[in-house]
């Protein structure tokens, strides 16, 4: 496998639930992004991991729990969330050692909340 | 936050014809990179711009940076059915180095 890949593409949760998404790269980057795309609003960061380190919290609400194992994998647990959490999640990756680098994104987690 | 502003948000054109697609900010980029996205897919990079003034092309596509390095501009001559996406701008700050701030994008039609 190549790129970015997460799992699974479709998340349907009612609000009591805990669920996880799961994201994968094959691309030996050292830095892993979630982020939030709602429609007509701009993407939302919400975290960011540098070295297997969180570098970045966007303030995101604490019903969104990242992890970074190591640094070709990344969740994000997600537990009793709201209906206005629906949205695409989308995993990127980049190489932290360039300064204008490419972030490569995955194809979206979309989540929708009962 | 530093904000970016797109415009338009939906654009909606004949196969054949030219459009123009903006992104600006009060603040100065130190670079600025444009993404397409597709339905069911990721945000894929275009062009990444860096130096003032500065236009790059991508086959039908021209992207320019402003001289002062606070807007940029996407041309598309003779689009395409295949030129259909969410066109977004993401800029990176001269003081927030590493984070890319996104707009809200421009939904592009082309319709044949």
């Known amino acids: 496998e190549t790129g970015v890949t997460q799992t699974p593409r479709h998340l349907v949760m009612g609000m009591t639930n805990k669920k996880s998404l799961k994201c994968e790269q094959h691309?030996?980057?050292?830095?892993m992004y979630w982020y939030k795309q709602s429609a007509k609003k701009p993407l939302e960061l919400m975290f960011v991991y540098s070295l297997e380190e969180r570098v970045e919290n966007n303030s995101v609400p604490s019903r969104f729990s990242p992890e970074c194992p190591n640094s070709s994998h990344l969740f994000l647990h997600l537990h009793t969330l709201q209906p206005e959490d629906s949205a695409l999640y989308l995993c990127?990756?980049?190489?932290?050692?360039?300064?204008?680098?490419?972030?490569?994104f995955g194809e979206g987690s979309r989540l929708t909340v009962l | 936050t530093q904000l970016l502003e797109q415009s338009p948000q939906f654009l909606s054109i004949q196969e054949g014809e030219n459009l123009t697609v903006y992104c600006n900010s009060s603040?100065?980029?130190?670079?600025l990179q444009w993404y397409r996205q597709e339905p069911g897919e990721g945000p894929v990079l275009l062009v990444t711009v860096v130096t003032g003034g500065e236009v790059k092309k991508l086959k039908r596509l021209t992207f320019q940076f402003g001289d002062a390095r606070k807007d940029s501009s996407l041309h598309i001559t003779a689009a395409q059915p295949g030129d259909t996406g969410l066109y977004l701008c993401?800029?990176?700050?001269?003081?927030?180095?590493?984070?890319?701030?996104f707009g809200a994008g421009t939904q592009v039609v082309v319709t044949p």
């Open positions: 691309l030996g980057h050292n830095a």
């Open positions: 993401a800029g990176e700050f001269v003081d927030s180095w590493g984070k890319l701030q």
């Open positions: 990127a990756s980049r190489s932290d050692r360039q300064n204008t680098g490419e972030l490569f």
């Open positions: 603040s100065v980029f130190s670079s």
